[in-house]
């Protein structure tokens, strides 16, 4: 077995076997029938190294290093249908637990831990005096098109998180569904942490935004420019 650490990430894989050479009989004389020629074996063809992660997939795990967040690297794979999950990592241990989390982009969940750590427990430590002890999430990816549309959603792509609740250290539980409009101190968190998420992710979609997200946050790293309601 062969282990190989990336950062915080540990990849492990089978190594491959060594390849054994195909033993030719060099029997000369009249041992070998006149006109007949002896083929060499056929070469045994080894499995092709993978290729190294694209620059900015080695830039993005760097940087979740640098943070000291714990992942996991996680394999390519198409599903069909349009829904893929590449470049993406598991996030393992981002300072907050959070719940259902599974594949996502790497600059998704880059974000995603820089946002739970410096947007929403400083902002629970100084509005609702507690710590976050428990991010809910509805989790990530998700082979679906966008609610009301044929197109597909960003969660096709693990490449967006929907966020559902947080649970304090004092035992209170916020949720998106019954605390959005709750009372002042409850909204100006849950406000502030929507400003923070605003300025990290593509696509931030709150209860404002329709009723299909009446239940949560929605966040996404598609399309080019900002979109935050």
């Given amino acids: 077995m062969i282990e190989r650490v990336w950062g915080n990430a540990i990849l492990r894989g089978t190594g491959l076997a060594a390849l054994t050479a195909a033993v030719l009989a060099g029997c000369g004389g009249d041992l070998v029938p006149r006109g007949r020629v002896e083929r060499p074996a056929k070469p ?8 190294p992660p694209p620059m900015e997939l080695r830039q993005c795990m760097a940087k979740l290093t640098s943070q000291s967040v714990l992942f996991t690297p996680l394999p ?14 598991k996030l393992i241990d981002i300072g907050v637990p959070a719940t259902n989390l599974g594949a996502m982009t790497c600059g998704l969940a880059a974000n995603f831990a820089a946002w739970a750590r410096y947007g929403v ?17 509805f989790g990530t990816y998700n082979c679906r098109p966008i609610a009301g549309s044929g197109k597909l959603s960003e969660h096709a792509h693990s490449n967006a998180v929907d966020v559902s609740a947080f649970v304090l250290s004092d035992g209170r539980r916020i949720s998106i569904q019954n605390d959005w409009n709750g009372d002042r101190r409850v909204r100006q ?22 009723a299909a997200h009446h239940d949560h946050f929605h966040f996404d790293m598609g399309g080019r420019g900002g979109f935050c309601r």
């Fill in 121 to 137: 427990q400083p902002a629970a430590r100084l509005i609702l005096g507690a710590e976050v002890e428990r991010i809910e999430t």
């Fill in 44 to 51: 045994v063809r080894t499995a092709r190294p993978a290729a």
């Fill in 189 to 210: 968190f849950l406000e502030i942490i929507h400003a923070s998420a605003c300025k990290r992710f593509r696509t931030v979609l709150s209860p404002d935004y329709n």
């Fill in 76 to 89: 390519d794979q198409n599903f069909g249908g349009g829904c893929s999950a590449t470049g993406s990592v």
